[in-house]
């Protein structure tokens, strides 16, 4: 009799395990997603970066350019290095409006790093509940 009331209590606890288990595992899976949306979000931030800084960049910038070469024609310069030195300072500005959208967009940022350190408590967790 007091094998079969055992038996009834390592099986109820092993239940009782099993639902925590599956309970942790539904938080661990709802933590990702939160996360993961947080990130989608982020990317969705920088997409809008990119896309503003070609938009707006455009029109400001030709007009910058011409007047930078217009400046440096009145000054003295021959208009073909005039526009050489415009192409710079445009690739310049180019490059720095893509370096700050990659930035943005690096792995580092994007991974959920939440809820991989979540798991791996509920692992210990886990390990420490089948001792």
Sequence with gaps: M????????????????????????QNEVDLAKAELGEKVQHVGWAVGFFTAGAILIIPALVMALFALSAALIAGGWSQPISYLVSAVVAAILAGALFAVGMNRLDARNLAPRETMRQLEKDKDTVKEMVR
């Design 2 to 25: 007091n094998t079969q009331s055992d038996l009834r209590t390592i099986s109820a606890l092993l239940g009782d395990a099993l639902s925590q288990f599956a309970k942790l595992f």
